[in-house]
C-alpha cells in the first residue's frame, strides 16, 4: 500500500493564481482531511469529509474548496491564491468505525508571491 | 475560549531518561485524545490513542495518561534515546466518529547522548 500520497511536494504560485492539491489514499478509509502548518500554530483543519459526496468546513475554509467524487481521492482547490496561504499541507485519511487514527501525507509546502 | 496547549519551548533531556510531554486544553470535552510524533519535513505519524474513560494506556516505551478533570494528558518516554528526537503533537478528537482533530502546536523534544 502507498497510504496516503500527496502532489505536488512543493509550488510556488502568484497572488491571484489558482492551483489543485492532490491528495489519494489507497486504505479504503471513509474519512479523509486537509490540515494546514503553520509556524508556531500546530496543524488547523481546513475541510474534512466523512465519505464520498459528503464534504464540511474546518476552523480555516476561507480561499479553498473541496469536493469528494471517490473514496479515494480528495482535491484540495486554491481559487485564488494569497501570500496568506503560504504553508504547508497535509493531507489524512482514517478509517470509521476503528480506532480512528489518522494517516498523513507527506505534505505539500506552498508559497504564494 | 477554546484551547489546547502543549509546552512551547524545547524539551532538552539526556538519553536514558524519562521524557514527559503535556497537553492541557480548556472548553472541550474530547471523546479521544491521540499523540503523534513529526519528523523535520515529513507528516505527522500516529502513537498512541487514549479515550475519555481511559486513565493510561501503554505501547512499549510509550505511556500516556489522560485527565479529564484536570484536562491534561502527560505522554511519557522511557529510556529515551537520540531517535526519540522529534515534535510531538496531541490532538483532540470531539466526537470520535468523524475524523476531525484538533491539534496542539507540539513540543520538541531533543535526546541528547
Known amino acids: 500500500n502507498a497510504g496516503v500520497t500527496q502532489t505536488p511536494k512543493f509550488q510556488v504560485l502568484k497572488t491571484g493564481q489558482s492551483m489543485t492539491l492532490q491528495c489519494a489514499q489507497d486504505m479504503n478509509h471513509e474519512y479523509m482531511s486537509w490540515y494546514r502548518q503553520d509556524p508556531g500554530m500546530g496543524l488547523r483543519l481546513i475541510h474534512y469529509?466523512?465519505?464520498?459526496?459528503?464534504?464540511d468546513q474546518g476552523e480555516v475554509p476561507n480561499g479553498y474548496n473541496v469536493s469528494r467524487s471517490t473514496t479515494e481521492d480528495f482535491p484540495l482547490r486554491l481559487l485564488s491564491a494569497a501570500p496568506s496561504q503560504t504553508s504547508v499541507y497535509f493531507c489524512?485519511?482514517?478509517?470509521?468505525?476503528?480506532?480512528?487514527?489518522?494517516?498523513f501525507g507527506p505534505g505539500t509546502r506552498l508559497l504564494v508571491l | 475560549s477554546q484551547k489546547i496547549e502543549q509546552n512551547s519551548e524545547a524539551l532538552n533531556i539526556q538519553e536514558g531518561k524519562t521524557a514527559t510531554l503535556t497537553c492541557n486544553y480548556t472548553?472541550?470535552?474530547?471523546?479521544?485524545l491521540q499523540w503523534y510524533r513529526q519528523d523535520p519535513g515529513r507528516g505527522p505519524v500516529f502513537l498512541l490513542l487514549?479515550?475519555?474513560?481511559?486513565k493510561e494506556k501503554r505501547k512499549e516505551r510509550l505511556k500516556v495518561t489522560f485527565d479529564t478533570t484536570l484536562k491534561q494528558s502527560l505522554f511519557h518516554i522511557t529510556a529515551s534515546q537520540p531517535a526519540d528526537s522529534a515534535t510531538y503533537l496531541c490532538?483532540?478528537?470531539?466526537?470520535?466518529?468523524?475524523?476531525?482533530?484538533?491539534f496542539g502546536q507540539g513540543t520538541t523534544l531533543q535526546v541528547k547522548p
Open positions: 487514549i479515550r475519555e474513560n481511559e
Open positions: 490532538a483532540l478528537d470531539l466526537t470520535g466518529n468523524t475524523g476531525k482533530l484538533i
Open positions: 489524512a485519511s482514517s478509517s470509521a468505525g476503528g480506532e480512528e487514527t489518522q494517516y
Open positions: 469529509s466523512v465519505g464520498a459526496g459528503i464534504t
Open positions: 472548553n472541550y470535552s474530547p471523546a479521544y
